[in-house]
């Protein structure tokens, strides 16, 4: 069974930190791409990250660059989103997608709010 799993959302002031993770089961993960999306209430998906399968080439949107950081670890079918230095923009939920030329795979989503 094909499963995506998003955690480590939650509550963080202003300027703090927070590590997602996307644990992936049921499909050889590291032969996927991996995206993180995010979404607003009343606002469109945006792109947050984004890695390859095989060297592990990254980038970002706009609104995350020095901010966000992107990594996978292929042994433990995993792929993370360090987000540092968070603002109460960056409040959303954070949707992972694994994707290659045949499939696309989605998680549910993990909640993340940024509120002092």
């Known amino acids: 069974q094909v499963q995506l799993v998003e955690s480590g959302g939650g509550l963080v002031q202003p300027g703090g930190s927070l590590r997602l993770s996307c644990a992936a089961s049921?499909?050889?993960?590291?032969?996927?791409?991996v995206r993180w999306y995010r979404q607003a209430p009343g606002k469109e998906r945006e792109l947050v990250a984004a890695?390859?399968?095989?060297?592990?080439?990254?980038k970002y949107g706009d609104s995350v660059k020095g901010r966000f950081t992107i990594s996978r670890d292929n042994a433990k079918n995993t792929v993370y989103l360090q987000m540092n230095s968070l603002k109460p923009e960056d409040t959303a939920m954070y949707y992972c997608n694994a994707l290659n030329s045949l499939y696309d795979y989605w998680g549910q989503g993990t909640q993340v709010t940024v509120s002092s």
């Open positions: 049921g499909f050889t993960f590291s032969s996927y791409a």
């Open positions: 890695i390859t399968s095989a060297v592990g080439s990254t």
